[in-house]
C-alpha cells in the first residue's frame, strides 16, 4: 500500500512551457486534491476532485487544469508555465464523507516545480 | 475572508521539555479541525484530529485542545524529541454542503528541537 505517490519528485520548466504532474492513490478514496505551498505560507487548494470525471475549483485555480479519468489518478496540467508558477506542489486524497462527517487528507511527497 | 492562522511562527524547545504550538481560526461554522507535521522535503502528515463537540484529545505524545468561545485550537506534545523538529500546521474543516472535504490550512509553525 503505497498510500498516495506523486510524479516528478522535480521538474525544471522554461516560462510558456507545458507540463502534467501526476497523483496516484491505491486507498480507493473518493476525494482528490492539488494544493500549492509556497515559502513561509500554508497550503492552497488549487483544484479538487469528489469523484471520477469530476473536478472542481479551489482557492487559487488560475494558470492550471485537471482531469480525474480514474478513480485512482489525479492530473495537474500547466499549459503555458509561469515563473509565479515555482512552487511544491501536493496532492492529497481523502475518503468520502458522509452526512456531516468529515474525512482525513492524506498527502503525498510532493513535486517540486522551478519556472524560469 | 476567513482563515486559519498562528500565532508563534519559530518556537525553539529543550528537548524532552513540552511544546506548546497555537492556532487561531476565526470561520464560527469550522466544525473539523486537524493537525498536521512538516518535515523538510515532505508531504503534510497527520498527527490529530479533533471534531467541534469536543475540547481536547489525546493521541501518543500529542493532545489538542479546542476552544470555541474564542476560537483557539492548540497542539501540545509532551517530551519533546529531535524527531519533532518539523514544522506544523493546523487545518480547518467546514462539513462540506455540497461536495468536497475542504481543509483551510494555517501558515505553519516550526518547530526547533535543542538537544
Known amino acids: 500500500n503505497a498510500g498516495v505517490t506523486q510524479t516528478p519528485k522535480f521538474r525544471v520548466l522554461k516560462t510558456g512551457q507545458s507540463m502534467t504532474l501526476l497523483c496516484a492513490q491505491d486507498?480507493?478514496?473518493?476525494?482528490m486534491y492539488w494544493y500549492r505551498q509556497d515559502p513561509g505560507m500554508g497550503l492552497r487548494l488549487i483544484h479538487y476532485s469528489v469523484g471520477e470525471g469530476t473536478t472542481a475549483k479551489g482557492e487559487v485555480p488560475d494558470g492550471y487544469n485537471v482531469s480525474r479519468l480514474k478513480k485512482q489518478n489525479f492530473l495537474l496540467g500547466l499549459e503555458s508555465a509561469a515563473p509565479s508558477q515555482t512552487s511544491v506542489y501536493f496532492c492529497a486524497s481523502s475518503s468520502r464523507t458522509s452526512g456531516r462527517s468529515v474525512e482525513t487528507q492524506y498527502f503525498g511527497p510532493g513535486t517540486r516545480l522551478l519556472v524560469l | 475572508g476567513e482563515s486559519v492562522g498562528l500565532h508563534l511562527p519559530t518556537l525553539s524547545v529543550q528537548e524532552g521539555d513540552n511544546s506548546i504550538i497555537n492556532c487561531a481560526y476565526s470561520n464560527s461554522a469550522s466544525d473539523y479541525f486537524i493537525w498536521y507535521k512538516q518535515e523538510s522535503g515532505k508531504g503534510p502528515q497527520f498527527i490529530i484530529d479533533i471534531r467541534s463537540n469536543m475540547d481536547k484529545r489525546q493521541g501518543q505524545r500529542v493532545t489538542v485542545l479546542l476552544n470555541k468561545t474564542v476560537k483557539h485550537l492548540s497542539l501540545q506534545i509532551a517530551a519533546t524529541q529531535p524527531g519533532d523538529s518539523a514544522v506544523y500546521f493546523c487545518a480547518e474543516n467546514v462539513s462540506f454542503k455540497a461536495a468536497g472535504n475542504k481543509l483551510t490550512f494555517g501558515g505553519g509553525t516550526r518547530v526547533l528541537v535543542k538537544p
Open positions: 486507498m480507493n478514496h473518493e476525494y
